[in-house]
């Protein structure tokens, strides 16, 4: 059983056979997550991962199914925080997936400096709005928007957290590659995976995959773009089977 508050539903992660609480006054999770899931490095059978900006959980819940590794999700927003920690526990994860309600920006000091084998991140994308523009309701406004994290403090304290050789891998608009390969080596994170994901053929690219190594020699590969729906606007044969499993 689980205990859902207010408007909150159960949802399935249907290629995962999971279930994740949500509701539809906070931010959902979106196909970026899932990619960036999927997208990173994990280490099978051990190993630290942890995932910063959580949200409802859902990077660590994709990850549990792709190792068995303890997983952390952080996460400032006490409304998610707490959907986060029901849904890992109606899943019978509770003892390997946790959740702290902290500040990424001060989480180092928490959890340990060079500790984690696999970092994730889906940050916010965007630049802070003035207060005219900035969306009325906060979770969408924090979870959107640079308010209370900005990418260059989620690179930062990636690489904190991450060991040395260990993996930082992030999912952003693809417009600010520069800003995170920049910053990324910055930090001693040295970029090793991008991929480029695509609405539909012929179109540009609207999200971009890059994961790291801390203290890495430079080798940069560009995976294979990947697009999301094909020119009947259903998803594509990949995308489909990112979500629901093979057929």
Do not use: W
Not at 55 to 82: A, C, H, M, W
């Amino acid at each position: 059983m689980v205990h859902l508050k207010d408007d909150e539903r159960l949802d399935y992660l249907l290629a995962e056979n999971l279930r994740i609480i949500q509701s539809p006054s906070v931010f959902a999770f979106s196909l970026d997550a899932v990619l960036l899931a999927r997208f990173v490095y994990v280490p099978i059978q051990r190993g630290n991962i942890i995932d910063l900006c959580s949200g409802n959980g859902v990077i660590p819940l994709f990850l549990s199914t792709r190792s068995k590794g303890n997983i952390i999700g952080v996460e400032i927003q006490e409304r998610l925080y707490d959907m986060a920690i029901r849904s890992f526990e109606y899943n019978g994860l509770g003892q390997r997936l946790q959740m702290i309600h902290g500040d990424i920006k001060e989480i180092a000091q928490q959890v340990g400096y060079n500790k984690y084998d696999v970092v994730t991140c889906n940050p916010p994308y965007f630049p802070t709005p003035s207060e005219d523009e900035m969306n009325k309701n906060k979770h969408f406004a924090y979870a959107r928007h640079e308010i209370l994290c900005t990418l260059e403090d989620a690179i930062r304290v990636s690489s904190q957290v991450v060991k040395q050789g260990g993996k930082v891998a992030f999912v952003h608009r693809s417009g600010r590659m520069m800003d995170i390969v920049t910053m990324m080596r910055q930090y001693r994170l040295e970029p090793k995976r991008i991929q480029f994901v695509y609405p539909k053929a012929g179109k540009e690219a609207n999200t971009i995959l890059v994961e790291a190594i801390k203290d890495g020699n430079p080798d940069l590969k560009i995976l294979p773009p990947l697009i999301v729906y094909n020119e009947n606007n259903e998803y594509t044969s990949e995308i489909r089977e990112i979500l629901y499993g093979k057929e």
